[in-house]
């Protein structure tokens, strides 16, 4: 739904709240048409149920209003005296309308200076737990949000099993797309693996566009600082065609809400305005080398052929894990049977000190050559006119907002996706003719920035080089924290581990970590200690 399309859904709201409570009003000793007046009409009823003037903007909030206004409703139905648990049930189940039996059809009177307490223990609980859902709703959706790495593509840097605190003011809070949900639920509910939110049932089919008639449109707040070359960001994928963590399909498409979109972190290597290229899987910008921040450690496939060891027994197995992990090299791909080798990722200074090990006969640094196209053509843009790898890609331009670019025939397939899927314009080709929005064009001016997003682990990460740029839209937070490590996360919890030398620690940084765990238990027993103190002071007093 458009912007005009909302106000003019809200305005119908308006009118249904006030026909169905103007009587009330008058009964609480106000004037009849307030019910009628859009937010002020909010204001007013939050006097006349004694609650605090802000409920109005929790109201506006989407996913909290769907909280918050059946409490309203509620609220309503006790001012006028009906307090009773069926009462309150007939206020949700029937959507709020009925206030409207009460309005014109109940003899009820305003209770003026009413208990706001809840009867009953059960009534305290319920509150309780609702207003906690709502703070915590609020701080998930416009303050912080907690994620934990789910692979491998940035590690040395973040590792599976961290979990972060991802903040949503460095770039700007975005506000909520789709506006009818499950509170702090992303796509799927957990166990039950039905979607969190209401969606169009159409909504897997390709070639159609998100048609759900309940979704806002983009709104963001301003952050503190834009995103910058290098920054560790967190986003919601572009082209959302994960089977899972390690399938990716470019031929699957999921046409979801922005905000439903598989979240992933990467790294950003190259920013709107940037000419990027990559060159033997490391990323040049604008013809010079990116250079990294010295927390962030490069890795490479490499093929291991191991001395008088035979790879494919369980015994074996386990003697080769322990000499990988001696040199730190612990992300290993699998089996290679023809060589006898053993695929792993790892830094080009572990494979130095490794190859120095007796058993270990050779390491030998594996990837595509420049000009071999990748075999799947899961490779940006999906052109065979493109030989780009993994490995060997670009170089190409990054739009950035209100930058021109000419388009080609030769480069239409690396902007078309950008100016259809992510700005709204209906792209064709005839011949060598460009058409947007059935108009001729030979250029494109860009409404937002875009960015390029990699993983450290760069033959081994599912990125930009996958399914190309990624809308400034599309971002919504910064790392900036990691306040729980478990090692083998993913292989039971009778495996993990707590890496405490991570826990407490800051995502960004140069140099080695530093653990904040100690400085912030000493606070808090400070805290707690102070305010005992300050308890039993004012006791005496």
């Not at 915590?136 to 840097?157: D, M, N, R």
């Not at 809400?257 to 060159?279: F, M, S």
């Not at 493109?386 to 080609?408: C, E, M, Q, R, S």
Request: with cysteine; aromatic share 14%; charged share 20%.
């Amino acid at each position: 739904m458009s912007w005009t399309q909302w106000f003019i859904f809200l305005l119908i709201l308006q009118l249904i709240h006030g026909l169905g409570t103007w009587k009330l009003y008058i009964k609480a000793g106000r004037k009849a048409w307030e019910a009628f007046v859009p937010v002020y009409n909010a204001v007013i009823l939050m006097k006349i149920i004694s609650r605090p003037w802000w409920w109005v903007i929790l109201m506006f909030l989407p996913i909290v209003n769907l909280i918050m206004t059946p409490a309203v409703w509620v609220e309503t139905a006790r001012a006028f005296g009906k307090d009773t648990k069926v009462d309150a049930l007939l206020c949700i189940v029937t959507l709020g309308f009925y206030l409207y039996y009460l309005n014109y059809v109940a003899d009820v009177n305003y209770i003026q200076n009413r208990e706001l307490k809840p009867k009953t223990s059960s009534g305290e609980w319920i509150t309780s737990i609702l207003f906690a859902i709502v703070a915590a709703t609020i701080v998930h959706t416009y303050f912080f949000q907690p994620f934990v790495i789910p692979s491998s593509s940035l590690e040395k840097s973040l590792l599976v099993g961290d979990f972060l605190i991802v903040s949503k003011l460095h770039y700007g809070p975005r506000a909520p797309m789709t506006t009818v949900g499950t509170p702090m639920v992303h796509d799927t509910i957990p166990k039950l693996n039905i979607k969190s939110y209401l969606y169009n049932d159409n909504f897997e089919e390709r070639n159609t566009s998100w048609k759900n008639k309940l979704q806002l449109p983009y709104l963001r707040l301003p952050g503190f600082e834009s995103i910058e070359r290098n920054d560790i960001v967190v986003f919601n994928q572009p082209a959302d065609t994960l089977l899972d963590m390690n399938n990716f399909n470019p031929d699957r498409n999921y046409y979801k809400p922005i905000d439903k979109k598989t979240n992933l972190v990467k790294r950003c290597v190259g920013v709107a305005g940037d000419t990027l290229e990559v060159r033997n899987g490391l990323v040049f910008i604008n013809g010079v080398q990116n250079k990294l921040p010295s927390r962030a450690k490069l890795q490479f496939s490499y093929d291991i052929v191991f001395n008088n060891i035979q790879i494919n027994t369980q015994q074996n197995v386990a003697r080769i894990q322990t000499i990988l992990k001696k040199y730190d090299i612990t992300d290993g791909i699998g089996f290679n049977n023809e060589t006898n080798s053993y695929v792993v990722q790892t830094t080009p200074e572990a494979a130095k000190r490794a190859v120095l090990h007796p058993n270990i006969a050779s390491i030998t640094f594996s990837a595509d050559e420049k000009g071999i196209k990748d075999p799947k053509n899961r490779i940006f843009p999906h052109d065979q006119n493109y030989d780009w790898n993994a490995n060997y890609f670009g170089p190409l331009y990054i739009p950035k907002k209100g930058a021109t670019v000419n388009l080609t025939p030769e480069n239409i397939s690396v902007y078309k996706r950008a100016i259809s899927e992510y700005e709204g314009h209906s792209v064709m080709t005839r011949g060598n003719q460009i058409f947007i929005d059935d108009e001729l064009a030979t250029d494109y001016t860009f409404k937002q920035d875009y960015y390029w997003m990699m993983g450290d682990n760069r033959h081994n990460s599912i990125d930009s080089r996958y399914w190309g740029f990624v809308p400034f839209n599309h971002t919504f937070g910064k790392p900036v924290f990691i306040w729980m490590s478990i090692d083998g996360i993913n292989d039971g919890i009778k495996n993990w581990s707590i890496r405490w030398d991570r826990v407490f620690t800051t995502v960004s940084g140069d140099g080695t970590r530093s653990s904040y765990l100690i400085p912030f238990i000493i606070f808090i027993l400070g805290i707690t200690f102070f305010n005992r103190w300050r308890k039993k002071k004012k006791a005496k007093a």
